[in-house]
């Protein structure tokens, strides 16, 4: 498995197959990471991948509004390219 750190030795990231730019090859993971991983949950600590005592549930929130954002978004744009088509159509270039 390759991890990225940040600053504080918190792993930010993680592949299990292909490469991260600045990454570390690690091969004693935890049999729960996978399954517990969240961006700085854990920690790395020497040669060892330890739960992360400082660690903070992220707030989900702003993630939740910028997808709802982004969803509102994609539809008006739908309803953009049907109206230009629609346009088209009735002006014959298409």
């Given amino acids: 498995m390759i991890i990225k750190l940040n600053e504080n030795k918190e792993i930010i990231s993680y592949v ?8 570390i090859k690690v091969d004693n993971i935890p049999s729960d990471f996978i399954e517990k991983y969240q961006p700085s ?8 991948i330890e739960e992360n005592p400082n660690f903070k549930e992220q707030d989900t929130i702003i993630i939740d509004n910028t997808v709802e954002q982004l969803k509102q978004e994609l539809e008006q744009s739908k309803q953009d390219y049907a109206d230009l088509t629609y346009q088209l159509m009735m002006a014959g270039v298409i």
Avoid: H, P, V
């Fill in 16 to 23: 299990e197959t292909g490469e991260i730019d600045g990454g």
């Fill in 41 to 48: 949950f854990f920690i790395l600590n020497g040669s060892m």
